[in-house]
């Protein structure tokens, strides 16, 4: 069965310090990589993806890392702020998109 | 572009009742698919309809249904509801099917089941 684990469950970090949340897979299949972020009441929103091509993708304070051979991924948020408490969301996809149980995150102020 | 819109947002229902719910996707894509997420469970796949024809479906009961109309408009529905059923139900639209294209998230259902 199709499974994405995701680690931790919840997360406290202080503002301006580094957020790392972790994903492992485990059907090779897999070939998209996005991470979804969700505030309370609302959807998810995609925040960044990367395809199994590339071991790096960065946009602005977000960065995911991807490893082929260890399968597993994962997000890394610089100079967290408060604003960024949300709920994150790892996801694998193929031919349907598989999610991770989510990581809750708290800056601290 | 407007984004995906969800009605109604929110549902109280009795055991044993149906519902349907709505999704309009972004205009100009095709593909529609449904997740349930819960605290427990986190966001589960339902299904995926793309042109109007199911192309895969998660691991529920055949209570869950869905459709999709010719303007990529979908419905699901729930018959004969549980009490597990209480969730959030969101729908995500995408250019294409399957689940590489980037997925679009609407704001979702909150059904919840008395």
């Known amino acids: 069965q199709q499974q994405v684990k995701q680690s931790p469950q919840s997360l406290i970090v202080q503002k301006g310090g580094i957020s790392i949340i972790n994903c492992a897979y485990e059907n090779t299949a897999f070939d998209y990589f996005p991470w979804y972020q969700q505030f309370p009441g609302k959807g998810p929103a995609l925040l960044i993806a990367?395809?199994?091509?590339?071991s790096e993708k960065k946009e602005g304070r977000f960065t995911i890392s991807f490893n082929k051979s260890a399968k597993q991924f994962s997000l890394h948020i610089m100079d967290s702020q408060p604003g960024d408490s949300a709920t994150y969301f790892c996801?694998?996809?193929?031919?349907?998109?598989?999610f991770g149980k989510g990581t809750m995150l708290l800056v601290s102020p | 572009k407007a984004g995906v819109t969800q009605t109604p947002r929110y549902l109280i229902k009795t055991r044993g009742q149906q519902v349907t719910l709505s999704c309009s996707p972004i205009s100009g894509h095709r593909s529609v698919s449904w997740y349930q997420q819960t605290p427990g469970q986190g966001l589960q796949f339902l299904f995926e309809?793309?042109?109007?024809?199911?192309?895969n479906k998660g691991n529920f009961p055949g209570r869950f249904s869905g459709r999709q109309f010719s303007n990529s408009r979908s419905e699901m529905n729930v018959s004969t509801l549980e009490l597990g059923d209480s969730a959030l139900y969101l729908c995500?639209?995408?250019?294409?099917?399957?689940?590489?294209?980037?997925?679009?998230f609407g704001p979702g259902t909150r059904l919840t089941v008395l």
């Open positions: 996801a694998a996809g193929y031919s349907t998109l598989t």
């Open positions: 990367i395809r199994p091509d590339v």
């Open positions: 995500a639209s995408s250019l294409d099917a399957g689940g590489t294209d980037t997925q679009y």
């Open positions: 309809y793309f042109s109007e024809t199911q192309r």
